[in-house]
């Protein structure tokens, strides 16, 4: 049995706005399953190896449930630009380079090392329409460390023509990928409508089927933007709302994510959380291209299952600290568009749904709960001024730039990153 | 004669919205002062020694105008609080502590050294009421290479024990402090009542006349949240609005900086015009405290000067590509507030205000103007993946977090900083 000694000040989100701190403690994980966090070593350790981080604080990996991997040669930049312009000037050309099987290696392997490197351990993530490029995706982030889900994006209509699939080329290629999928053991496939509008209905209903028979994820987009919805109206008109698109053909279920829900009103929400549907919250992408303010305080009050998503490149960052803060600033924003009726994240509960929420989607308990897979990293901020309380401390890495905050980090038991 | 010759790919914010780029040019400075951007070196320079930073893009570097040098040490967090919470828990009582001038070199150090790191080489600063720290503030930005203005804070009221002056007090300690302030070349004093309900009518009037008498510019806070106006309206019940306050004492002419301005209606902003007040747009600060989004579009439409400050520490950020970003997005979250119906911040337009429009308050013309003395920075982005167009470069580098993006840092003409 290999065992994991971590020491230092561990601070896990064991519940939504709870921030569990035990300072110069025990982080334990045997065969890469956490054990406890122990504020002294129990006896049952004594003579395992112990890494010492001193002061430094250990937290809990973190989770990007929404972002699109052939993106990330666009991240940063034409924030400028609306949504469907940035789609058709930047996103779509781009997407089209992933044909080129040694574009994609390079690209997607400096991606996966970025993500590690900034302790986001868990993704679930869109590629493009490409099987060969998504297969590649998939052995980067397998090689790197990254665990989660990976969806060949199945688009059928209303691309480029450099960027469009026929309805059956995207049912074909969706089998022999996920046939190649058997392959990995950290990251699996999940089935990707890229929203309704890119997909016929004979489409969806193959993915809708396709998902049912083998108990497959699914991933897409929901009421990001006013205009969408219209749009996603007059293609389903015998669909009341957005999200009942999806529904109909069986893409609406408790291993369902939906990224952005801007615009879901109450009765939308209500459907998400009678469906156990996981809305993934992407506050930076929603602001930069002006699509609106997503309810976020509202959801969680609601009892939704909510978890962060970079969206890169709508979002123009993939560091899940910045996401995070952009969520709290975002419902911040939202209170003072709301007329201060509502509320805001608080940094706990932000915290909560980068780490713990995420987590949740692959079925991790909150928090460093025992039986979990160890997810975690190591987070240095001795450079900065002290003394501070430790949740000062997170909180205070969440908002400021530094130059290499973070020191190690655990995947699925492994470390998969240290600084030299 | 002193020549400096950088060359790389130089961009500058020539005016509002507009972004001037020379691929492979030379930016020339003689004796500190710009000769010019020359895509070509022109003969006369021949044989003067070049620093090739090859494809790394050369930009002015950034003017921070409203940040509170003692709340260094709690930048970053706190952020849960609402202002006047956050006042009373953290910032008064850290700010306190500055009575002790060991802790005061320590923190002021450091906080130099960062703003230089990050390209900040201008500054309109607050320090504290203390004399001496304030001082030592002014000997440390000096030695670091940060030039521009700092002001002993003036509060006699409304503080805390720990942290307030009499009347008399203020007075005669803005009086030695101004004697004293003789001995710097780089750093100028600005006359900092801390904001109307900190000083007696008393104090406002002293300083009025002050200012005017010595010529000294004239830094406050105005508008920043609608509890705070409606305090400002009980103590002075003849004024209509707000700024009247500082108006009426002589506190109010186009050398004077207000922070804030998020609730000034159309009647304060005309004003502020009228007497040429720079506004100072501290966006990341009005969104952490939930003060509202300050309607920065609207403001430069009607021909206000704005520059962008990063409000240390209401603002959790202190590096100015975070700060002018936090910006941009705020004016987006602000056109969603306002239903679409104003427009947003472009990326060149949020860069002006972060270099040209804050250099202007110290005389400077916008971008490399010749005459202009050097304030400039070097970009290094060659880890993230291209090719990009310039103006797409400095966009990426504005949103992305990089470990050590800035290689070298020119103020007042000289090199005050470099990579090893």
Same mark, same amino acid.
């Given at each position: 049995?290999?065992?994991?000694?971590?020491?230092?000040?561990?601070?896990?989100?064991?519940?939504?706005?709870?921030?569990?701190?035990?300072?110069?403690?025990?982080?334990?994980?045997?065969?890469?399953?956490?054990?406890?966090?122990?504020?002294?070593?129990?006896?049952?350790?004594?003579?395992?190896?112990?890494?010492?981080?001193?002061?430094?604080?250990?937290?809990?990996?973190?989770?990007?449930?929404?972002?699109?991997?052939?993106?990330?040669?666009?991240?940063?930049?034409?924030?400028?630009?609306?949504?469907?312009?940035?789609?058709?000037?930047?996103?779509?050309?781009?997407?089209?380079?992933?044909?080129?099987?040694?574009?994609?290696?390079?690209?997607?392997?400096?991606?996966?090392?970025?993500?590690?490197?900034?302790?986001?351990?868990?993704?679930?993530?869109?590629?493009?329409?490409?099987?060969?490029?998504?297969?590649?995706?998939?052995?980067?982030?397998?090689?790197?460390?990254?665990?989660?889900?990976?969806?060949?994006?199945?688009?059928?209509?209303?691309?480029?023509?450099?960027?469009?699939?026929?309805?059956?080329?995207?049912?074909?290629?969706?089998?022999?990928?996920?046939?190649?999928?058997?392959?990995?053991?950290?990251?699996?496939?999940?089935?990707?409508?890229?929203?309704?509008?890119?997909?016929?209905?004979e489409l969806m209903e193959f993915l809708g089927k396709l998902g049912m028979e083998r108990n497959l994820p699914v991933q897409s987009?929901?009421?990001?933007?006013?205009?969408?919805?219209?749009?996603?109206?007059?293609?389903?008109?015998?669909?009341?709302?957005?999200?009942?698109?999806?529904?109909?053909?069986?893409?609406?279920?408790?291993?369902?994510?939906?990224?952005?829900?801007?615009?879901?009103?109450?009765?939308?929400?209500?459907?998400?959380?009678?469906?156990?549907?996981?809305?993934?919250?992407?506050?930076?992408?929603?602001?930069?291209?002006?699509?609106?303010?997503?309810?976020?305080?509202?959801?969680?009050?609601?009892?939704?299952?909510?978890?962060?998503?970079?969206?890169?490149?709508?979002?123009?960052?993939?560091?899940?600290?910045?996401?995070?803060?952009?969520?709290?600033?975002?419902?911040? +924003?939202?209170?003072?568009? #709301?007329?201060?009726?509502? !509320?805001? =994240? %608080?940094? &706990? *509960?932000?915290?909560?749904?980068?780490?713990?929420?995420?987590?949740?989607?692959?079925?991790?308990?909150?928090?460093?709960?025992?039986?979990?897979?160890?997810? +975690?990293?190591?987070?240095? #901020?001795?450079?900065?001024? !002290?003394? =501070? %309380?430790? &949740? *000062?401390?997170?909180?205070?890495?969440?908002?400021?730039?530094?130059?290499?905050?973070?020191?190690?980090?655990?995947?699925?038991?492994?470390?998969?990153?240290?600084?030299?």
């Amino acid at each position: 049995m290999s065992i994991t000694i971590l020491k230092g000040t561990v601070i896990s989100a064991p519940a939504l706005g709870k921030l569990e701190v035990v300072e110069h403690g025990f982080l334990v994980a045997e065969d890469g399953r956490v054990s406890g966090v122990f504020p002294v070593l129990p006896d049952r350790f004594a003579g395992a190896p112990v890494e010492d981080f001193g002061d430094a604080l250990i937290l809990q990996s973190l989770a990007d449930l929404h972002l699109h991997a052939p993106q990330y040669p666009i991240l940063g930049f034409g924030m400028d630009l609306p949504l469907l312009d940035w789609l058709n000037t930047y996103t779509f050309p781009n997407e089209a380079r992933f044909a080129d099987l040694e574009y994609a290696r390079e690209i997607y392997r400096q991606l996966a090392r970025e993500l590690i490197e900034n302790g986001t351990t868990r993704v679930c993530m869109f590629s493009s329409l490409h099987r060969q490029a998504t297969l590649i995706l998939m052995e980067e982030l397998e090689r790197a460390g990254v665990t989660g889900y990976v969806g060949k994006v199945n688009m059928d209509r209303n691309g480029i023509p450099a960027l469009q699939e026929t309805t059956g080329e995207s049912m074909s290629e969706t089998l022999l990928w996920l046939e190649a999928c058997q392959d990995f053991r950290y990251v699996k496939p999940i089935l990707t409508p890229r929203f309704t509008p890119s997909c016929t209905n004979e489409l969806m209903e193959f993915l809708g089927k396709l998902g049912m028979e083998r108990n497959l994820p699914v991933q897409s987009h929901l009421s990001e933007n006013e205009k969408e919805i219209q749009w996603v109206k007059e293609l389903h008109p015998d669909c009341t709302q957005y999200w009942e698109t999806y529904a109909k053909y069986g893409l609406w279920n408790d291993r369902t994510l939906m990224a952005h829900c801007v615009w879901s009103d109450r009765r939308e929400r209500q459907a998400m959380k009678d469906a156990g549907v996981t809305v993934v919250h992407c506050a930076d992408s929603n602001q930069n291209l002006c699509s609106g303010t997503a309810p976020v305080r509202v959801m969680l009050d609601e009892g939704l299952q909510v978890a962060l998503g970079s969206d890169m490149a709508g979002g123009a960052q993939l560091n899940l600290f910045d996401v995070t803060a952009a969520a709290i600033r975002a419902s911040k +924003a939202r209170r003072i568009q #709301d007329g201060w009726e509502t !509320g805001f =994240l %608080t940094v &706990a *509960e932000g915290w909560y749904l980068g780490t713990s929420a995420g987590a949740a989607f692959f079925g991790a308990e909150p928090g460093f709960s025992p039986g979990n897979s160890l997810h +975690a990293l190591v987070l240095d #901020d001795h450079s900065l001024p !002290g003394p =501070l %309380t430790p &949740a *000062e401390r997170l909180e205070r890495c969440l908002y400021r730039r530094q130059k290499q905050p973070i020191l190690a980090v655990w995947s699925e038991g492994r470390k998969v990153f240290e600084v030299k």
